[in-house]
């Protein structure tokens, strides 16, 4: 049976790890086995970190959302109950960029959401 090199495949594999380690200091970008190491956490790092994205976004549209509606007499819950028995369908992330960049058309939201209590 002849004798595999993987010579080329080898060196295609620690590439794309060293590549995947750029960014570190020292032998976490310099070494295969300890770039490999940083490529591999930073991997799960990011894996993880692309879902708690959602829920920090979800979050901070909600803290929005509720200073504006206080500033109309309102707290987050009754304002959200108000707009849902009133038949308005509007998510968060909109709901949060109209509190933040247009005051005026939220504060119509705000007595639609009060004439659906």
Request: net charge positive; charged share 35%.
């Amino acid at each position: 049976m002849p004798r595999v090199k993987s010579t080329t495949t080898r060196l295609k594999r620690r590439n794309k790890i060293l590549r995947a380690a750029k960014g570190a200091r020292g032998a976490r970008s310099k070494l295969y086995k300890t770039a490999k190491e940083t490529a591999e956490r930073a991997m799960q790092y990011a894996y993880r970190d692309r879902r708690t994205k959602k829920r920090d976004f979800r979050r901070l549209w909600i803290v929005r959302i509720n200073a504006a509606a206080r500033s109309h007499d309102l707290s987050y819950n009754q304002f959200m109950a108000g707009l849902k028995r009133a038949g308005v369908e509007i998510n968060r992330k909109l709901l949060a960029d109209l509190a933040v960049s247009d005051p005026a058309a939220f504060g119509e939201l705000a007595a639609v959401a009060r004439q659906g209590k």
